[in-house]
């Protein structure tokens, strides 16, 4: 149980496209999902908290408009980052709180390159 | 403020011998702590928890975690070490807003034959 999917797995875009990234919970509702970004040999960093039907919530230095969170479900929350550039390439995971929960359950991430 | 401190950047152990990996938090009220493991190339996995209770909170594959409140320690333990434990494990302590997750900088764990 408590299974996170994230698609896709791996995407290369160019400069000035966007990019859509899914996450899924497949066996539990999820009241609060989280999107993280993971630079190599580092730890996470929060970007954003998103509770089901609301606006998320994102962190200092995080841009709203760039990476735009959507979380319409239970169970789906998106993150899109519009106008990429090359300093967007990065690991990009999200997790999913499962209602009534204290921990996180991660997706397997998404490698995004923007060339 | 939470904050979480992992002060081992690598850990080295022989296969077969007893693992630590450590971590130390700070917190206002009770703490809950958690433990992550990452695997190469794969996403975090959940491993264990501690909210309250007994103080020895066992997890997934075999390892357990001592929450120590006078020490502000949640050491992570495995008594027999195999040489598929090695990864990278992070220490977590819940932030005050949201359910959301501070983060230890993680410990690189190798188990060598």
């Known amino acids: 149980g408590a299974v996170v999917s994230q698609h896709p797995s791996w995407v290369i875009c160019k400069s000035g496209t966007s990019v859509k990234i899914e996450c899924r919970s497949l066996?539990?509702?999820?009241?609060?999902m989280f999107w993280y970004r993971q630079f190599p040999k580092q730890s996470l960093m929060l970007m954003a908290t998103?509770?089901?039907?609301?606006?998320?919530?994102?962190e200092q230095g995080v841009e709203k408009d760039k990476f735009l969170i959507n979380h319409a479900s239970l169970t789906l929350s998106t993150l899109t980052v519009t106008s990429a550039h090359p300093e967007d390439s990065s690991f990009y995971i999200c997790?999913?709180?499962?209602?009534?929960?204290?921990?996180?359950?991660f997706g397997p991430g998404t490698r995004l390159t923007v060339t | 403020a939470q904050s979480v401190a992992q002060p081992e950047d690598q850990v080295n152990v022989a296969e077969g011998n007893p693992l630590t990996v450590k971590c130390t938090y700070s917190?206002?009220?009770?703490?809950?702590l958690f433990w992550y493991v990452q695997y190469p190339n794969r996403g975090l996995q959940f491993l264990l928890k501690?909210?309250?209770?007994d103080n020895l909170v066992k997890g997934s594959y075999g390892f357990e975690a001592e929450f120590n409140k006078s020490q502000t320690s949640f050491h992570l333990k495995k008594p027999s070490a195999l040489v598929s434990d090695s990864a990278l494990y992070f220490c977590?302590?819940?932030?005050?807003?949201?359910?959301?997750?501070?983060w230890g900088a993680g410990t690189k764990l190798i188990i060598k034959p």
């Open positions: 917190v206002s009220g009770n703490p809950y």
């Open positions: 997790s999913a709180r499962p209602s009534g929960g204290h921990e996180q359950y």
């Open positions: 977590a302590v819940r932030g005050e807003s949201n359910y959301q997750l501070i």
């Open positions: 501690y909210i309250t209770g």
């Open positions: 998103s509770n089901e039907g609301s606006k998320a919530t994102y």
């Open positions: 066996d539990f509702q999820a009241t609060t």
